[in-house]
């Protein structure tokens, strides 16, 4: 069966280190995978989106990796800050499919000052 | 404009009951999602509008589920004789291509059926 995986423990880092939060599938042949950010009550944020054919994409300081081989994408967030704090989740879309985003469960990232 | 609006933000019902709840895309933009999130979980998505035409279901959206997009504009979307398995938050997206873009999210509906 087809498979989003997010890491179900949070993760708990200090101010100013690099968080880096982890996303796998199985049975799925994405042609692009996206990370969103959600703060409790609220819709997911977007923040980034990567393409099959691209191994890397950075915004300030966030970066995204994609592994099509390994089947995951490493999010990175370096020089994290406690406004950081939130779900992080991860979504993708299959080659030759609707564009319907796809979403894992999220991953919860507390940064302590 | 300021983004995807959904309407209302809250809604408490009693089991049995019918509820509706709206979505206003951002201008322009021609897709439209609705997706279901429950606490700890991802938004699963329900379905899909492109301009006015649904494209696609969810296998998991109940008979007693209707979405609607007159005029490819807002949206609706009923839940008919609701139930406590309904409870969750509601939320719609927007996105303004047929090829991938990041999807704009509103604030959500949060139901609760009791």
């Known amino acids: 069966s087809q498979k989003i995986e997010q890491n179900s423990e949070a993760l708990n880092i200090q101010e100013g280190k690099t968080a880096t939060l982890t996303c796998n599938y199985t049975?799925?042949?994405?042609?692009?995978l996206q990370w969103y950010r959600q703060d409790p009550g609220r819709g997911p944020v977007f923040l980034l989106l990567?393409?099959?054919?691209?191994k890397e994409k950075r915004k300030e300081r966030l970066k995204v990796t994609f592994d099509t081989t390994l089947k995951q994408s490493l999010f990175h967030i370096t020089a994290s800050q406690p406004a950081d704090s939130a779900t992080y989740l991860c979504?993708?879309?299959?080659?030759?499919?609707?564009?319907?985003?796809?979403f894992g469960r999220g991953t919860s990232l507390i940064v302590h000052p | 404009d300021t983004g995807v609006s959904q309407d209302p933000r809250h809604k408490i019902t009693k089991r049995g009951q019918n509820v509706t709840f709206r979505c206003d895309p951002i201008?322009?933009?021609?897709?439209l999602y609705w997706y279901r999130q429950t606490l700890g979980q991802g938004p699963e998505f329900l379905t899909y509008?492109?301009?006015?035409?649904?494209?696609?279901k969810s296998r998991l959206l109940s008979d007693r589920f209707s979405a609607e997009r007159p005029k490819g504009s807002f949206s609706t979307l009923e839940i008919q004789r609701t139930e406590q398995g309904d409870s969750a938050m509601y939320l719609c997206?927007?996105?303004?291509?047929?090829?991938?873009?990041?999807?704009?999210f509103g604030q959500g509906t949060r139901l609760t059926v009791v």
């Open positions: 997206a927007s996105s303004p291509s047929t090829v991938a873009t990041e999807a704009f």
């Open positions: 049975n799925y042949s994405p042609a692009y």
């Open positions: 990567i393409r099959e054919n691209e």
């Open positions: 979504a993708l879309d299959e080659t030759g499919g609707s564009y319907i985003p796809t």
């Open positions: 201008s322009e933009h021609n897709r």
């Open positions: 509008f492109q301009n006015e035409a649904q494209l696609e």
